[in-house]
Every structure is written in structure tokens, then in C-alpha cells.
């Protein structure tokens, strides 16, 4: 019966990035390479920040929250930007146009993170007898994330591949995406400093996509109309 | 030139998906809420008859009291702690051979020996009356289920609490419902080879003048082997380690009077260990048969050690001759002499033996039967029936005092010092206290420690244990001629492993649970499907979608 459960949350982790790549006319254009290609990239650039934080961070021997441990962790946050930057520019892709272009890197950027992130613990874990909520908190969560990852992508394809855009609007798409960018930061902070729950920090995650998704969308909706 | 394409893209990405999921399956990781060691109940055949709890694997969901009598429980474990449990229900529940999934039964904690700051102050004396006859019921009956014992503990405490909270919904926890699930997973018990017996003797031998024949012998013997309901736990601090430990005690006073050739008595003293003492004492039966007819002529009387330990104001010595018996008023009259100097008394307890009848309730009656003169001293005042008071799950450290048993070494070594040298009537005190032949509390503590840490039913005590080899060193540290003798029980016990486990207790959420989180999932994945279709193609497509046989239908036609 725990198998019942591991396909449940397996679907409620996964399911989205299937139906987001169907339901959109990303299936019509067939932009499924361009979604490997960024899953891909995802990996070597987690690599390389696993390396920065395994040289940078010293292990922590207090719980505490520690102000220039979470700085560093900040900076190396923004390899994650570094390596969306490249996929979104540096990577060949077919003629596909810039709308569906920053959907299919951000599908592929959020599912190699979700499987990275989530695939291990959901397999090993929630096979068990034991029940926990946890797996259903980490699925909420990779919802949350893959709404972040379209977000930060359609900012970031605005800023990186868009080059007339209005004036008063560059800072607000620099500020916006410099807070996705560290909302992994932001929740870590949360859930340390303030000591959240999970399921507080989880609903806090869902919300804040949500209103980022909407201000992304305004501002890249506002950067279409002199085209 | 799109197919092999995505083709490619697809079995790249599905090698890795494989190779992902085989690398994570090889890890291992504990997946239960807690893990508990819980002590099987004792599984054995007596003349073919088959005792105990015959199963040892166990995995069903946990409830607790109280339980609607007609409940079936057959396919639910039932943890109690032992003072709710009431035992008519229990002795109905086994007589009229009920199914139930599997017993779990509580100890509380003082019981054990890692009793820490947990458990209410318990009436020991409540818990020593119920668990006797909660043993006495087990141990008799045949349970075609798997019946454990644990320790109370605060993870016990939350998970009875939880199922008493579901109970008072009346909602049995079952696979659909939610609840606990406890899980033993063992193999099923093996029979065990017959067990082997090791009965040790150590001699101090008298001082010889010269050309006089053989010296008399006076034997001093305890039986150092258990059974109870948990084999691993029974540990019987008082029947009969706190014989074990006196008899050492008397070794070590004596090996100090008989080190040096001046203090030598003119008896020789035989200590005997046996084993097998549950089993009618059948390992004294066989260290006696094993004897030259002349030693076990010569010995003229024996002293044998049970329970020592609970005792206050009233040492029982019990004999198989009549009291008038001009040897045992002699022993007697030696015994209530130095009791009376010490500030107790002790009793005569007559119990004639019935050579037909296979019962030896106490180990003097093995020697009557050999016809040497013995009696048992014993803090117990009648004798047990079989397979009681041989160390069950009340006699643990606590059961036995170490004060108790240093006046019995006390009592026994200056009767038997006054005999051997001739004080007899004399007012005298040759192991006083704080002198260098006085009773050394520490090493009775200290042996006494061990024996409750040492659970010693015959079946599953090796020859190679660690602990027959203490036993054999320290005898050998204070007696000469160190001799151990390994036999085979005879009779009709067949005993079963499998006596300890570890349980694990899942909380798990249900059938329903699942179905419920599969509807909503489903719910929650189409309505996003139809938002993203609308929102980026139209609400004209999505409704295409359901079309497409009609569209497809109209334009071939």
C-alpha cells in the first residue's frame, strides 16, 4: 500500500512539468530538446556550486543561523543565475520564438531540480510503512519551485535576450529577479532564524511564486507590447 | 526528422532515469517510527505437548484495552501493560482458544535493569502477585500466537494513548483505517538440541594425621540454572542466584581457614554448582550418580542454598528425614545456636519423599534419594510447584537483598566453622564483623551483580559462555580439584530459539487515506491542465480536445 503512496507523491512532485509541457504549446513546437538541454545544464551548475560551498562554508557547529555562512551561500546562489544565463543564450536552439524559448529552460531547469532534489528521499522513504507528511510538503514544494524557475526565466530572458525595453521597468526586472534568485536564501532563513514549521515555510513558498508569477508576468507582458 | 530526435532524447533520458533509480535503491535506510527490543515468551513441548507461544514472527495492526468482547481480534497484536491486564479475560480468551493476532504485554521499568527516572512509583508486591499468576497461566498453555514482553516506555505510553483515543471512536484500527502497525519479522523458531547441563565441584580437602582413612566430607550446594516465562530475562536473583552467591561467599571464607595447614579442619568440603535445577533437579541427580560410591559414603551431610536472598526474620531448613533424626537435630541444634546469637529463628519443615513420585521439589531430596543426609535451607517456607519460583520475571535485582544473604553465609559458615573445629556450644564469633575472616558484602554484591545480568535458562546457556567460565575461575580461585561435568537434560523437555527481537512500530495512514490524496491529486492536475490550456491557447482548445474525433471525423469527410 506504501507504493500507493510513493506514486502519489511522486505525481503530486512530477506531475506538473508534464502537464505544463503538454497542456502549453511547448508539445506543439517540440521544444523537448531545449528542455533537456537545460536539465543539463541544471546539472553541471549544480556541480559546480556544490564544489564552491564544499570549499567556501565551513561545517556549521551550531543549528544557529549564521549571517556570512548565508551570505556566502547567497553568492554562490547566483552560479545557479550564472548557469540559466548560459542556457538561455549560449545554447543553440531552434527557431522557437522567446516566449516558449524561457518556458522550455525553465521546465527543463525545474524538473532536473525536482528529480535531483526529490526523487532520492521520495524513493527510499516513502516506500516505507511509516507514514509522514513530509514527501506531500516536498511535492507543494516542487510546485512552488517550478513556478519560481518560469518566473526567474522569463525575467531572466527578458533582461539577457530582449534589447529594447522600457526604461522605468529595468530595475524593477533587475529587482525581481535578484529576489528569486535568493528566495532558496529567504526560506532557508525562515526556517532557521524563525524557526517555521514545514508546512508554514511550504505555504509561505506557494504564496510568494505566486505573487512573483503574477509581477513576471505583468512586467513581460508590459516589455511585449512596443514589439 | 523530428522522431529520431526525441527518440535519442527519450532513451537518454530514460537510461538515466534507470541508472538514477537503480543507484538509490541500493540505499539503505531505517524507516520505522521506533524500534523496541522486546523478550519472547518461552516456546517448548513437555512430553510432546506443545507450550508456550508457538509463533514468533508477528505483523498486524496494534490495539490496546479496553475491547468490546466480541471483538475478533485475530488479526490485531494487543499491547497491555501488565497492571491493566485482566487475567479472567485472558484465561477465557485461552481456554476457549480464541484467535488473537499476537499479545504484547508491558513490564514496568523497575523491573529492569536500566531503570531510569521512567514509570510511576509501582507496587512491587502487586506486580510480583500478578505476574506469578500471569506466568503460571502462560507458561502452562498452548498460545498459537506470538506473545512478547517489553519494558514501558514513553513511546509505549504515546502509542496506547493514540489507540485508546481511536478505540473511544469505536474505530478498530484496521488496513483501511489507519493506526499502528506492529512488526516483528523473525524466522520462525528452530528446535534446540538438547540442552546440556555443566555441574561444577570444587574440594577442600581437611587436614589428614598421618595414616586415618577418609576424612568426613561436608557438601555445600546451590543450583545456579533458570526458567521462566522470557528466557531472556529471567534472570532469578533470588532463586537461585543469591544461593550461587552465598555459596561462593562460604568458599571464599573457608579457602582462607584452609590455606593455611594450621587452620585446616578435619572435614573435607565438597561445593557443588549444578544445573538442571527447574527440571526436578536433574543435574544434582546426574553430579551424584557420578560419584564413587566411597566419596559419596563419606560425605556426611549436605547443605543446599535456595533463595536466600527475601528473607527477614525466618530462615526455613527443610529436610526429607524426620526432624527427630538424631544427624538433623544435631544440624539443627548447630544452626538454631548460632540463629539465636544472630537474632532470628529457624524453622524445621518436615516433607517426606514419595520415591514414585518424579516431583523433587527441593535439591536435598536428590541426596535423600542416595540416601545421604541433606536438607535445604531456603527463605521460602513451602515448596514450589514445577516450574515455579524458578526465576521468573518479578526476581530480578531488586528481589534479592545482599544483607540476607550475608547472614546466611554468616549463619552457615560459623555452624559449620564450630563444627569442624570443635566449638560446638561455645560462645564464639569466628567470622566477626571487621575482622579479616568477616563477610565481605562487596563480593556477594558483586556476584550477585552478575547473576541478574545473566540470564541462565539451561537451553540457551552453552558450555562456552562467558559465564560458566567465570563461575569455573572463581571456584577454582578458592577450591582445589575444579572439576566440571557436562551432561545432557534428561526427560521430555524440547525447547524452541527465538527468545529475543526487535520490534518495530509503524504508523501508517490507510487505504482510504491514499485514495482520498489520489482523487484530490487528479483533481487538482486537471484543473491545471485546463487553466494552462485555456490561458495560453484558448478556451476553444480545450474544448477541441474533446472534439477531435468529430473534427477529425468532419475533415476526412
Request: proline letters at 4%; one cysteine or more.
Amino acid at each position: 500500500m506504501t507504493l500507493f503512496h510513493f506514486v502519489n507523491c511522486a505525481l503530486l512532485t512530477f506531475g506538473p512539468h508534464v502537464v505544463y509541457y503538454s497542456a502549453t504549446p511547448l508539445s506543439e513546437y517540440d521544444t523537448l530538446g531545449t528542455s533537456i538541454k537545460a536539465a543539463v545544464v541544471y546539472l553541471l551548475t549544480a556541480l559546480i556550486k556544490l564544489v564552491c560551498l564544499a570549499t567556501f562554508l565551513k561545517v556549521p557547529e551550531n543549528e544557529g543561523f549564521d549571517p556570512y555562512q548565508e551570505v556566502m551561500k547567497v553568492l554562490i546562489g547566483l552560479v545557479d543565475v550564472a548557469g540559466l544565463y548560459f542556457a538561455l543564450t549560449q545554447l543553440t536552439h531552434r527557431n522557437i520564438s522567446q516566449n516558449h524559448k524561457f518556458q522550455a529552460v525553465g521546465l527543463g531547469w525545474a524538473f532536473a531540480d525536482s528529480v535531483l532534489h526529490r526523487l532520492a528521499p521520495l524513493w527510499i522513504g516513502a516506500r516505507g510503512l511509516e507514514f509522514t507528511w513530509e514527501f506531500i510538503f516536498q511535492g507543494l514544494e516542487a510546485n512552488a519551485n517550478l513556478v519560481m524557475t518560469l518566473s526567474l526565466a522569463a525575467l531572466g530572458s527578458l533582461m539577457w535576450l530582449r534589447k529594447n525595453k522600457p526604461r522605468t521597468l529595468i530595475p524593477i526586472i533587475y529587482a525581481c529577479a535578484f529576489l528569486l534568485a535568493t528566495m532558496p536564501s529567504i526560506t532557508s532563513y525562515l526556517r532557521k532564524a524563525l524557526e517555521w514549521q514545514t508546512r508554514e515555510v511550504v505555504g509561505f513558498e506557494i504564496f510568494s511564486s505566486l505573487v512573483m508569477a503574477f509581477f513576471s508576468w505583468q512586467l513581460f507582458s508590459a516589455c511585449q507590447r512596443p514589439l | 526528422m523530428a522522431a529520431p530526435a526525441t527518440t535519442e532524447a527519450f532513451s537518454l533520458s530514460y537510461s538515466m532515469f534507470s541508472l538514477l533509480l537503480i543507484l538509490f535503491a541500493c540505499v539503505e535506510l531505517g524507516d520505522a517510527a521506533s524500534a523496541v527490543h522486546v523478550y519472547r515468551l518461552i516456546q517448548y513441548d513437555l512430553a510432546g505437548v506443545p507450550l508456550g507461544s508457538r509463533i514468533s514472527h508477528l505483523n498486524h495492526h496494534a490495539t490496546s484495552l479496553p475491547i468490546d468482547p466480541n471483538a475478533d481480534l485475530s488479526r490485531s497484536a494487543l499491547v497491555v501493560p501488565l497492571l491493566d491486564l485482566d487475567l479472567s479475560f485472558l484465561r477465557d480468551y485461552i481456554t476457549k482458544k480464541k484467535p488473537l493476532g499476537g499479545l504484547v504485554i508491558l513490564l514496568p521499568q523497575k523491573l529492569s535493569n536500566k531503570f531510569g527516572d521512567f514509570g510511576k512509583h509501582v507496587d512491587l508486591s502487586r506486580v510480583k502477585s500478578v505476574l506469578n499468576e500471569l506466568e503460571d497461566l502462560l507458561v502452562h498453555a498452548e498460545l498459537p500466537y506470538p506473545v512478547y514482553f517489553a519494558y514501558e516506555s514513553s513511546t509505549f505510553d504515546s502509542l496506547l494513548g493514540d489507540i485508546r483515543g481511536k478505540n473511544f471512536s469505536s474505530q478498530p484500527a484496521t488496513s483501511t483505517n489507519g493506526g499502528y502497525k506492529l512488526v516483528i519479522s523473525t524466522s520462525e523458531a528452530k528446535k534446540l538440541s538438547p540442552p546440556t547441563i555443566s555441574n561444577f565441584q570444587g574440594w577442600l580437602p581437611g587436614q589428614k594425621d598421618g595414616d586415618s582413612e577418609q576424612l568426613p566430607t561436608i557438601a555445600i550446594v546451590a543450583s545456579y540454572d533458570t526458567f521462566g516465562a522470557a528466557p531472556s530475562l529471567s534472570v532469578g536473583s533470588d532463586s537461585n542466584g543469591s544461593g550461587v552467591a552465598a555459596l561462593l561467599e562460604i568458599a571464599r571464607l573457608f579457602s582462607r581457614l584452609y590455606s593455611n595447614p594450621k587452620t585446616r579442619g578435619k572435614y573435607n568440603l565438597l561445593f557443588g554448582l549444578t544445573s538442571g535445577g527447574p527440571y526436578n533437579y536433574n543435574g544434582t541427580q546426574k553430579w551424584l550418580r557420578s560419584f564413587d560410591q566411597r566419596v559419596r559414603e563419606s560425605i556426611d551431610y549436605a547443605i543446599c542454598l535456595n533463595s536466600v536472598g527475601s528473607w527477614d526474620n525466618d530462615l526455613w531448613m527443610h529436610v526429607s528425614k524426620p526432624p527427630e533424626n538424631v544427624y538433623i537435630k544435631e544440624i539443627y541444634d548447630g544452626f538454631s545456636e548460632v540463629a539465636q546469637d544472630m537474632g532470628f529463628s529457624i524453622n524445621v519443615k518436615h516433607k517426606k519423599i514419595n520415591i514414585s513420585n518424579p516431583r523433587v521439589a527441593w535439591e536435598h531430596e536428590q541426596f535423600s534419594r542416595f540416601r545421604v543426609t541433606a536438607l535445604t535451607l531456603s527463605g521460602l517456607s513451602a515448596a514450589p510447584e514445577f516450574l515455579q519460583s524458578t526465576g521468573n520475571l518479578h526476581d530480578t535485582r531488586k528481589s534479592a537483598d545482599e544483607k540476607a544473604i550475608a547472614r546466611t553465609v554468616k549463619l552457615v559458615a560459623e555452624s559449620l566453622a564450630r563444627q569442624i573445629y570443635g566449638h560446638k556450644g561455645k560462645k564464639i564469633d569466628i567470622f566477626a564483623d571487621g575482622s579479616s575472616l568477616a563477610v565481605n558484602s562487596h563480593h556477594i554484591r558483586s556476584w550477585l551483580d552478575l547473576l541478574s545480568r545473566t540470564p541462565r535458562v539451561a537451553p540457551f546457556l552453552s558450555k562456552n559462555n562467558p559465564f560458566i567460565a567465570a563461575l569455573k575461575k572463581e571456584l577454582s580461585d578458592h577450591t582445589v580439584e575444579v572439576h566440571v561435568q557436562n551432561e545432557v537434560l534428561d526427560g521430555a523437555f524440547t525447547f524452541y530459539d527465538s527468545t529475543e527481537a526487535t520490534l518495530n512500530i509503524y504508523q501508517v495512514a490507510g487505504v482510504t487515506f491514499d485514495f482520498l490524496f489520489l482523487m484530490v491529486l487528479g483533481s487538482y492536475l486537471i484543473v491545471l491542465f485546463s487553466f494552462l490550456v485555456i490561458t495560453t491557447r484558448g478556451l476553444d482548445d480545450l474544448i477541441n480536445i474533446f472534439r477531435r474525433p468529430a473534427v477529425r471525423k468532419s475533415k476526412s469527410a
